[in-house]
């Protein structure tokens, strides 16, 4: 009999679902809220009620486009959390009562394990080289910046995390100060490619260890705007690109530089990244630069499976089907949740 897997993702503001059959993924579906671009951030409850109103289509689709019916599901995978709790309570919800009611087992996901997760997902007819052990993942998103020494696939070591703001979140409000749309990061990203990077000095942390802190530059940033502004009210205007560049240029530095000290202290030749921020142009251009002067054995997710997605929560699902780790009924979302 195949393991097929259904899994569900709506952590934040994307519903999605996909499946998986012995480790092959069929279908991978999300459906985006754009209801939250015009308030310049997500809403809570406006993401838990259109989760409501798209899960229920979006499953149906994932399982129409997979071939898959009902019948043929083995379990159920969901997201279990970190993130918004009413938009996890959706998910949870719906994962628990298709569960039950086919009487087969229910399997919760770390959202920041399937992130890192993301470079065991395999498709048909297509290069599907997954990282050997142990490796080493920069996992940047929008709510987490951490690194995490992957022993095996349910067997994450978290070595370093942010001590305040996540990358992503340096991205989005640095972007928001500026004017520019929600989310900031692919805005900005857009945007750096025109500018020069050397044009304004950042301030960068000096925090031991593996672990990062972006709120300095955030405010050191503010305050250039702030400062500059009052001399001449159209500097973010005149001066829009090489900001950006200047930002982006800072953040991909402050990332690399500890994700290189993780690798030269720990040995660890396979390295990654993984996350929302794993998009940033620059930040792929940095890793493989550093990649091909370390020698590392460098893993890119495609872009497409950077961003919140179900294909990463079911393949995590798969190989914790195989292990026998199923959740009980009684099981509840969780809004934090370490790796
Ligand atoms: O992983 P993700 O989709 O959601 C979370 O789990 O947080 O990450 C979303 C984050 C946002 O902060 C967004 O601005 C950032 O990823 N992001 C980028 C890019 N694409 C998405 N940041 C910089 N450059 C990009 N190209
Ligand atoms: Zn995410």
Sequence with gaps: MPVTILAIESSCDDTSAAVVRDGLLLSNLIASQEVHRKYGGVVPELASRAHQANIIPVVDQAMKMAGVRPDEISAVAFTRGPGLLGSLLVGTSFAKGFALSRSIPLIDVNHLHAHVMT?????????????????????????????????????????????????????DKCAKVM?????????????????????????????????????????????LLR????????????????????LQKTIVDILIDKLVKAAD???VKEVGIAGGVAANSGLRQAVTHQANKKSWNLHLPELKYTADNAAMIAITGFFKYLKHQFAGQDITPLARFNV
């Excluded at 290069?127 to 987490?144: E, I, T």
């Excluded at 025109?194 to 955030?218: E, M, V």
């Design 119 to 171: 470079h065991w997902i395999k498709e048909p007819e297509r290069d599907n080289r997954a990282p050997s052990f142990p490796f080493l993942c920069l996992l940047v998103s929008g709510g987490h910046t951490q690194l995490i020494i992957v022993r095996d696939h349910l067997e994450l070591e978290e070595i370093g995390s942010t001590i305040d703001d996540a990358a992503g979140e340096a991205f």
């Design 179 to 223: 004017g520019l749309s929600y989310p900031g990061g692919p805005v900005i990203d857009k945007l750096a490619a025109k500018g020069d990077p050397q044009a304004f000095k950042l301030t960068r942390p000096s925090i031991k260890g593996f672990d990062y802190s972006f709120s300095g530059l955030k405010t050191n940033f503010l305050y």
């Design 227 to 246: 400062d500059s502004l009052r001399e001449d009210p159209e500097f973010i205007n005149k001066h829009r690109d090489d900001l950006c560049a200047s």
């Design 265 to 267: 202290e720990t040995g």
